[in-house]
Antibody, heavy 122, light 108 residues
Framework: EVQLVESGGGLVQPGGSLRLSCAAS????????MNWVRQAPGKGLEWVSY????????YYADSVKGRFTISRDNAENLVYLQMDSLRAEDTALYYC???????????????WGQGTLVTVSS | EIVLTQFPGTLSLSPGERATLSCRAS???????LAWYLQKPGQAPRLLIY???SRATGIPDRFSGSGSGTDFTLIISRLEPEDFAVYFC?????????FGPGTKVDIK
């Protein structure tokens, strides 16, 4: 069974940092592209970042470019999102999702974790 | 960036009825790279349809997708109690992939 489990969310002050992790199991992690997608409270879905199978190709949404860094560890079946210079508008539930039929970092996501909540507030 | 519009915003129906949800793109979504997701309160989105009309693994055949170019449709032939939720469309033909604002299907 495919499982994606996010962790690392919490309350942080504006300008602060958090590192999200996503632990994958139930599939050959090193063979799949991965994404982070977020959802602000009561709002819709926003793609945040993409990482290729090898980790050498990475894309970011304009709203987080220069502040967030995605990475992966294929030996440990983990994907990360380092979030720096956080802003109030980054408050959201952050989902880790497996990407399929990706092109230029744009994929559909066939499996999603349950999300980890990031709240940016003073 | 391709902007997706979904309508109606809310659809109020009874169990057993047919639901028709629409998704319109601001530019052509070539190769029908359009997906549909269902999201229940407090849960992660679940993939229903990809490639505009291909059902994802385990999705019952009462869900069907169609369309091409800029206009796409999701049909639920007979609503079951578990189908009352929010439905999002997504295009993945160009970066960034974008989602529609969602259609809420609630119980009449």
């Amino acid at each position: 069974e495919v499982q994606l489990v996010e962790s690392g969310g919490g309350l942080v002050q504006p300008g602060g940092s958090l590192r999200l992790s996503c632990a994958a199991s139930g599939f050959t992690f090193r063979s799949y592209e991965m994404n982070w997608v977020r959802q602000a409270p009561g709002k819709g879905l926003e793609w945040v970042s993409y990482i290729s199978i090898s980790g050498t190709t990475i894309y970011y949404a304009d709203s987080v470019k220069g502040r967030f860094t995605i990475s992966r560890d294929n030996a440990e079946n983990l994907v990360y999102l380092q979030m720096d210079s956080l802003r109030a508008e980054d408050t959201a539930l952050y989902y880790c999702a497996r990407g399929r039929y990706c092109s230029g970092g744009s994929c559909f996501e066939d499996y999603w974790g349950q999300g980890t909540l990031v709240t940016v507030s003073s | 960036e391709i902007v997706l519009t979904q309508f109606p915003g809310t659809l109020s129906l009874s169990p057993g009825e047919r639901a028709t949800l629409s998704c319109r793109a601001s530019q052509s979504v070539s190769s029908s790279k359009l997906a549909w997701y269902l999201q229940k309160p407090g849960q992660a989105p679940r993939l229903l349809i990809y490639g505009a009309s291909s059902r994802a693994t385990g999705i019952p055949d009462r869900f069907s997708g169609s369309g091409s170019g800029t206009d796409f449709t999701l049909i639920i032939s007979r609503l079951e109690p578990e189908d009352f939720a929010v439905y999002f469309c997504q295009q993945y033909v160009s970066s960034p992939g974008t989602f529609g604002p969602g259609t809420k299907v609630d119980i009449k």
